[in-house]
Structure formats: structure tokens, C-alpha cells
T-cell receptor, first 106, second 110 residues
Framework: EDQVTQSPEALRLQEGESSSLNCSYT??????LFWYRQDPGKGPEFLFT???AGEEKEKERLKATLTKKESFLHITAPKPEDSATYLC???????FGAGTRLTVKP | NAGVTQTPKFQVLKTGQSMTLQCAQD?????MYWYRQDPGMGLRLIYY???????DKGEVPNGYNVSRLNKREFSLRLESAAPSQTSVYFC?????????FGQGTRLTVV
């Protein structure tokens, strides 16, 4: 059975303090890996799709990378508005991880 | 462009009552999904439909039924609601790549 595990469960950062979120997966023949952002009371919002090991995608302060076993979401110099829950999912069966709840303090 | 629309947004049911959650998408996507989201557990797949006329069980299908009415609409039915079904329910639709989500239905069963 496919598995998607995210760590840490929660992360508190000071504004400007860079860090990384991890998404490890066990999938046979990964078709694609998604990253989503979810704000309280709202549905997940798409951020990135990664298809192959070594691929990187960037959007503002966020950069997603992919290896054969895991993906990282790097957050550079975060701002309070980056506070949200970040979710990853594998495209094969649209299985999601439990998410990382990020809080950025001013 | 509405995307994925879910109704209702909020619902309170008594144990044993039935209800149907509605979902419609206007992106001409083939695949549609129903998830539930509980604190600390992320999104868990209840049922999905790869195309009009087909449905399959996901990770947590017990207590639910679905209908893919046409390409646009995918409904989720609770025949006899239980307190364990208190959750936030999300519908999603997917074309060739990423899925797009509705805003969710917050369901409380008392």
C-alpha cells in the first residue's frame, strides 16, 4: 500500500527564518507528487507538481524538490502570510500526507 | 469560473439521519474525488470516480455511497449518519495533472 508521510507535524518560525518541510513517500512508479497549501476553513490550493527525481519548482519564497524517496518544500525568509498547512500528495492514487502546520511569527 | 462548488457549506445532522453532499465542477474533468479531513489526519479518500459512470472505493468508504450523476456532478450520501462521520468533507476534480478542491462542507452529527 502506498504511504505518504509528512514531517514535522507543526513548525513555528520567526519571520525571515528559513526552513524545510519533508514529504516521504512509498509508491511504486511515482507518476507525480503534488504540494498544496491550505488556509483555515478553506480547501487546499495547488502549489507545485514534481514528476522526476532532481526536478525543482519555485514560486516566490517556496521551492519544491524531489528525490526518489522524498520531497522537500523549502521556505526562504518566510513571512507571516506564509502561515498555513502544507500538504503533499502522490498522483498515483491521490493519497495525501497528514500535513505540516506552519506558523510564522513577526 | 466557479471551479469546484460544494453544497451545503455547513450541516448539522442527528444520528441516524441521511443526507447528500453535492459537488459540481465546470472544468470538464474526468476524475472526481471525495475526501474527509479530521484534525491531525490529513485528507483521507472516501470514494473516487475516474470517469462518468464509474466509481471506486478509497481508503475509508464505510458508511458512504456515491453517485457520478454526469461528468459535472459527483454526490456523496450518508444513509444513516453517525457521530464518527463528523468531519469536513472536500470534493475535488482532476484533469491530467493537479486536482482542484471545493471549499468544503463542515458536517456535525449529534
Amino acid at each position: 500500500e502506498d504511504q505518504v508521510t509528512q514531517s514535522p507535524e507543526a513548525l513555528r518560525l520567526q519571520e525571515g527564518e528559513s526552513s524545510s518541510l519533508n514529504c516521504s513517500y512509498t509508491v511504486s512508479g511515482l507518476r507525480g507528487l503534488f504540494w498544496y497549501r491550505q488556509d483555515p476553513g478553506k480547501g487546499p490550493e495547488f502549489l507545485f507538481t514534481l514528476y522526476s527525481a532532481g526536478e525543482e519548482k519555485e514560486k516566490e519564497r517556496l521551492k519544491a524538490t524531489l528525490t526518489k524517496k522524498e520531497s522537500f518544500l523549502h521556505i526562504t525568509a518566510p513571512k507571516p502570510e506564509d502561515s498555513a498547512t502544507y500538504l503533499c500528495a502522490v498522483q498515483n492514487d491521490m493519497r495525501f500526507g497528514a500535513g505540516t502546520r506552519l506558523t510564522v511569527k513577526p | 469560473n466557479a471551479g469546484v462548488t460544494q453544497t451545503p457549506k455547513f450541516q448539522v445532522l442527528k444520528t441516524g439521519q441521511s443526507m447528500t453532499l453535492q459537488c459540481a465542477q465546470d472544468m470538464n474533468h474526468n476524475s472526481m474525488y471525495w475526501y474527509r479531513q479530521d484534525p491531525g489526519m490529513g485528507l483521507r479518500l472516501i470514494y473516487y470516480s475516474a470517469s462518468e459512470g464509474t466509481t471506486d472505493k478509497g481508503e475509508v468508504p464505510n458508511g458512504y455511497n456515491v453517485s457520478r450523476l454526469n461528468k459535472r456532478e459527483f454526490s456523496l450520501r450518508l444513509e444513516s449518519a453517525a457521530p464518527s462521520q463528523t468531519s469536513v468533507y472536500f470534493c475535488a476534480s482532476q484533469g491530467n495533472t493537479e486536482a482542484f478542491f471545493g471549499q468544503g462542507t463542515r458536517l456535525t452529527v449529534v
